[in-house]
Antibody
Framework: EVQLVQSGAEVIKPGESLKISCKGS????????IGWVRQMPGKGLEWMGI????????RYSPSFQGRVTISVDKSINIAYLQWSSLEASDSAMYYC????????????????WGQGTLVTVSS | ETVLTQSPGTLSLSPGDRATLSCRTS???????LAWYQQKPGQAPTVVIY???NRATGIPDRFSGSGSGTDFTLTINRLEPEDFAVYYC?????????FGQGTKVEIK
């Protein structure tokens, strides 16, 4: 059974750094693109970026490029999303999700989703 | 960046009705690079349709997708209580992949 299990909710002060995680299991982790999606409170879904675990090829949305870093540790099947300095506007639910096909081609939809990690940035 | 525009913003219907949701894209996607997701309150999204017209695993046949190019439609026949949710379209033809703003299907 494919599972994506995300790390727990975080409450962080503005200016602090944060790294949240997404552990994949039940499939060959390195051959599926895995990505992150932001959902601000009461709002829609925003595609942030994806990474191919085998070689760490990463694609970012221009809206998030330079603001976040997507990485992976393929030895333990975990993808990460990190910030170096959080702002209040980063408060949101963050979902990781895996592509449908085991392919190097990044053009694919998200078939499996994690449960979400709620990040609250507040002083 | 490809912009996806969903309409209507909200659809107020009764169980048993048919729901017709539209997704228009700013660039031609062909017929392959569009998916529809369902999201219920407090839950992660789940894929309903991919490749514009293919039902995802476990999705009942009252859900159907159609369209190509820049105009796509998600149709839900005979709405069941569990179908009331927010639906998003997503394109993955050209980076960055983008979502529409969503259509809420609510109980009238």
């Amino acid at each position: 059974e494919v599972q994506l299990v995300q790390s727990g909710a975080e409450v962080i002060k503005p200016g602090e750094s944060l790294k949240i995680s997404c552990k994949g299991s039940g499939y060959n982790f390195i051959t599926y693109w895995i990505g992150w999606v932001r959902q601000m409170p009461g709002k829609g879904l925003e595609w942030m970026g994806i990474i191919y675990p085998d070689d760490s090829d990463t694609r970012y949305s221009p809206s998030f490029q330079g603001r976040v870093t997507i990485s992976v540790d393929k030895s333990i099947n975990i993808a990460y999303l990190q910030w170096s300095s959080l702002e209040a506007s980063d408060s949101a639910m963050y979902y990781c999700a895996r592509h449908h096909r085991p392919s190097r081609d990044p053009r694919d939809f998200f078939e499996y989703w994690g449960q979400g990690t709620l990040v609250t940035v507040s002083s | 960046e490809t912009v996806l525009t969903q309409s209507p913003g909200t659809l107020s219907l009764s169980p048993g009705d048919r729901a017709t949701l539209s997704c228009r894209t700013s660039q031609n996607l062909g017929s392959t690079y569009l998916a529809w997701y369902q999201q219920k309150p407090g839950q992660a999204p789940t894929v309903v349709i991919y490749g514009a017209s293919n039902r995802a695993t476990g999705i009942p046949d009252r859900f159907s997708g159609s369209g190509s190019g820049t105009d796509f439609t998600l149709t839900i026949n005979r709405l069941e209580p569990e179908d009331f949710a927010v639906y998003y379209c997503q394109q993955f033809a050209g980076a960055p992949w983008t979502f529409g703003q969503g259509t809420k299907v609510e109980i009238k």
